[in-house]
């Protein structure tokens, strides 16, 4: 019965063990874990630290010998030019060393002093004052220079050495060049020059005396011995340094650095565990507290909720924000592209009209306002758009100062023709910004879905309505114009031309005419300006008011003219081949060519002489806007001997003043002025005041448009120097240009 007894106590004592350890094994489980978690992210955390530090240790080390090399590289080009001195003049004595020394000597350098050892023996130092004791130092016999002295000569190069314990007294790093002297069939060896440089100050500048870390500097890799080390000790060595060297042709040297204390002390690991203790915690005790947080299950859903309320109102927020325009309010350029892609018509006959509006002065009002104020003018025109806007009406800003105006309708030509007129009409009216009137103006484009078209991609409407708005601009501002297929005709048709142009640039189909210049009282040719031609495979030879446009659009203007250049200045070197004697070649430049970085350089490279070169600029080019350009580039083009000329003076609206600050040579008086002076005395006695002008500048006239012999004449009696037109002679190639100067062809100067 006993017996008995004691099987039921002990199988009541195991059930109640397996139940209790059943019941914490979750727990007991996530423990291990958590004890192996901690212990490998500690190791891992530890690693990762001494890594860091290492880390941070190399880039200081770097630093520090970085600065040691470019020291000591400094104090090397030092000695190379005292080297150097001598060489030139190894006769001199100690007064001129002493000058030539102190000129090379620099206050930031770390050298303290120079000796100059001719036949091996110093004879010469730098500064005098305490270095007496090294004069007559021959190294050939000092135990303690003479190995690297001797290395020095027989290697010819550079070397360092040190510390070093100097015959006048103290320590130094030593660094000896030799100097040879040419007798222009060999070198011969005249002897070394020699810089102390200062240990501490070396130190001190390269910042090993401001470092928190133990470095020790050796010239060699591996040390064995203290005395291999010159800057700290031996056994940092042996601490798993971080190694850098400094790499020089004349030695290397080997830093190595450990943190002051050794590697980890400022891990913070005892942190880390206690973090890692208490995380181990956090994922244990979720276990044990299972039922807490059963009960708040409840409370967490229903701020599930609450967030996912909160969640589709910032979308719906966040989702108006990106169609519409934040200054404005007005939908943007996303919310018409949704339209026209995805907007029922209000009624099945209407037909979208699209109005692209562009204001005029806005640029002017930004820049004088300031960009308050051209905040202040787009808010008023947003305002006044909504205003015309019905009820299927959308007014919308697309960027910067140009907006769209959408609407619908069934006969869509008359509601366009008057909504764009409004448009027009209400944004020419002033507003106010500062307390000041400003009138900003606007230019439309219209396009709207026509009846064929009906169901296609209204997309193209945008394109159709940006035409029509470049058109409008195109012929003034302050006015609408509608979009036909003329105008999609036009556009193909400028794309076209324009792809043409650029083979025509790649393909040299570019040629260069030359009209003459004569002078204006004994009509000899004075010289030649330089026209571009398009030898265009289609259309034949094309002048430039066909294509000029098109190159200024591209860009490529530029590019133009620098062909044009080089074409004219080998048709100028074959003319002096042939004994033709033309005076000088003028080439038109454009704004973008001028402003060009590459200008100056690529003109330096090309051949020609001093005044046989003249660049023509246009009036028209705002020399007020690109003064400051000027002034740097025009004396450049004068230094290369190239002769500035001002065209078509007269058209454009620069001041005299800034025209004449440019000092040109040459004035070229605009077609449109001279032709009529035969019938006009004013515009004679205009034509007059110019000649004046330059005259008093010391100017030379040139004019242009000369088309009867009476203008010959009218020229020649006010003064003017030169004359260009086709009573003398028509624009022509160079070949043209040839049999035309022959001495048969001496028609003009008969008829003088």
């Given at each position: 019965m006993k017996f008995r007894r004691k099987q039921k106590i002990l199988r009541g004592f195991a059930s109640s063990a397996v139940s209790h350890t059943s019941a914490f094994a979750p727990a007991i489980f996530a423990t291990t874990i958590a004890v192996f978690v901690v212990c490998v992210a500690t190791n891992w955390r530890l690693e990762r630290s001494v890594a860091d530090e290492r880390s941070i240790v190399a880039g200081e080390l770097a630093t520090i010998s970085s600065r040691l090399q470019t020291n000591l590289n400094g104090n090397v080009k030092l000695l190379q030019g005292l080297a150097a001195g001598i060489t030139v003049n190894p006769a001199m004595d100690q007064s001129a060393f002493s000058k030539l020394a102190a000129e090379i000597l620099q206050p930031d350098s770390q050298l303290r002093s120079f000796a100059a050892a001719p036949g091996m023996v110093v004879k010469w130092v730098y500064p005098e004052k305490g270095n007496e004791k090294a004069i007559g130092l021959d190294y050939r016999t000092n135990e303690k220079q003479r190995d690297s002295a001797m290395l020095a000569r027989n290697t010819h190069n550079i070397v360092l050495t040190g510390p070093v314990e100097l015959v006048q007294g103290g320590t130094a790093f030593v660094v000896r060049c030799p100097v040879y002297i040419n007798d222009r069939t060999s070198q011969i060896f005249w002897g070394l020059v020699s810089g102390i440089v200062d240990i501490p100050r070396l130190y001190q500048d390269s910042g090993l005396e401001s470092t928190d870390l133990e470095i020790a500097v050796s010239a060699v890799a591996e040390p064995k011995l203290a005395k291999q080390v010159f800057l700290g000790d031996l056994e940092t060595f042996s601490k798993n340094p971080v190694v850098a060297s400094v790499?020089?042709?004349?030695?290397?040297?080997?830093?190595?650095?450990?943190?002051?204390?050794?590697?980890?002390?400022?891990?913070?690991?005892?942190?880390?565990?206690?973090?890692?203790?208490?995380?181990?915690?956090?994922?244990?005790?979720?276990?044990?507290?299972?039922?807490?947080?059963?009960?708040?299950?409840?409370?967490?859903?229903?701020?599930?909720?609450?967030?996912?309320?909160?969640?589709?109102?910032?979308?719906?927020?966040?989702?108006?924000?990106?169609?519409?325009?934040?200054?404005?309010?007005?939908?943007?350029?996303?919310f018409i592209d949704q339209m026209i892609s995805q907007s029922p018509r209000p009624d099945p006959e209407d037909c979208l009209i699209l109005i692209h509006i562009d204001l005029d002065r806005f640029k002017e009002i930004n820049d004088t306002k300031g960009h308050a104020g051209g905040d202040t003018v787009l808010q008023a025109v947003a305002s006044r758009l909504v205003n015309l806007a019905g009820p299927n009406d959308v007014a919308a800003r697309i960027g910067g100062d140009e907006f769209i105006f959408a609407t619908w309708s069934a006969d869509p030509a008359p509601k366009a023709n008057e909504l764009a007129q409004q448009i027009v009409d209400t944004l020419k009216q002033p507003l106010f910004v500062d307390g000041s009137e400003c009138v900003v103006g606007a230019s439309v484009g219209v396009a709207w879905e026509t009846e064929y078209a009906r169901g296609q991609d209204l997309s193209q409407l945008l394109l159709d309505a940006d035409l029509a708005l470049y058109e409008a601009k195109k012929v003034g501002r302050g006015r609408a114009a509608i979009f036909t297929e003329a105008?999609?005709?036009?556009?193909?048709?400028?794309?076209?031309?324009?792809?043409?142009?650029?083979?025509?640039?790649?393909?040299?189909?570019?040629?260069?005419?030359?009209?003459?210049?004569?002078?204006?009282?004994?009509?000899?040719?004075?010289?030649?300006?330089?026209?571009?031609?398009?030898?265009?495979?289609?259309?034949?030879?094309?002048?430039?008011?066909?294509?000029?446009?098109?190159?200024?659009?591209?860009?490529?203007?530029?590019?133009?003219?620098?062909?044009?250049?080089?074409?004219?200045?080998?048709?100028?070197?074959?003319?002096?081949?042939?004994?033709?004697?033309?005076?000088?070649?003028?080439?038109?430049?454009?704004?973008?060519?001028l402003v060009d970085a590459n200008l100056l350089a690529e003109l330096s490279e090309l051949p020609f002489a001093r005044g046989r070169l003249c660049f023509e600029l246009l009036e028209t080019i705002s020399f007020d806007d690109l003064q400051p350009v000027l002034n740097h580039i025009v004396p450049a083009l004068k230094e290369l001997g190239i002769e500035i000329e001002i065209d078509d003076f007269g058209t454009g609206h620069a001041s005299i003043i800034s025209l004449l600050r440019l000092e040109p040579r040459r004035l070229k008086i605009d077609r449109e002025i001279i032709k009529p002076i035969v019938a006009s005395p004013s515009q004679r006695?205009?034509?007059?005041?110019?000649?004046?002008?330059?005259?008093?500048?010391?100017?030379?006239?040139?004019?242009?448009?000369?088309?009867?012999?009476?203008?010959v004449n009218i020229l020649r009696d006010l003064g003017c120097h030169f004359l260009q037109g086709y009573a003398l002679a028509r624009p022509m190639s160079s070949k043209q240009l040839i049999e035309f100067c022959r001495p048969k062809d001496k028609e003009l100067s008969e008829v003088g």
């Open positions: 790499d020089m042709t004349y030695g290397r040297w080997t830093l190595v650095a450990v943190p002051k204390g050794g590697w980890g002390q400022n891990s913070g690991m005892a942190t880390f565990e206690l973090y890692a203790c208490l995380l181990s915690l956090c994922v244990v005790a979720p276990i044990v507290w299972v039922g807490f947080l059963t009960k708040s299950r409840q409370r967490t859903i229903e701020k599930l909720r609450l967030h996912k309320k909160k969640l589709v109102r910032a979308r719906q927020r966040l989702e108006y924000l990106s169609l519409h325009d934040a200054l404005t309010g007005l939908p943007n350029r996303r105008l999609r005709s036009a556009a193909i048709g400028s794309k076209e031309l324009a792809d043409e142009f650029n083979h025509a640039l790649d393909c040299d189909e570019l040629v260069a005419f030359f009209q003459p210049q004569f002078n204006a009282s004994t009509l000899d040719i004075a010289g030649v300006e330089t026209l571009a031609r398009w030898d265009h495979p289609r259309n034949g030879l094309l002048a430039p008011d066909k294509f000029l446009a098109v190159a200024e659009n591209l860009g490529r203007s530029g590019d133009m003219d620098r062909l044009i250049l080089q074409k004219a200045l080998f048709e100028l070197t074959r003319w002096d081949s042939l004994g033709m004697r033309i005076p000088r070649v003028s080439v038109n430049i454009s704004a973008r060519r006695r205009l034509v007059s005041s110019i000649i004046e002008i330059g005259r008093s500048q010391n100017i030379d006239i040139v004019a242009e448009g000369v088309e009867t012999m009476e203008h």
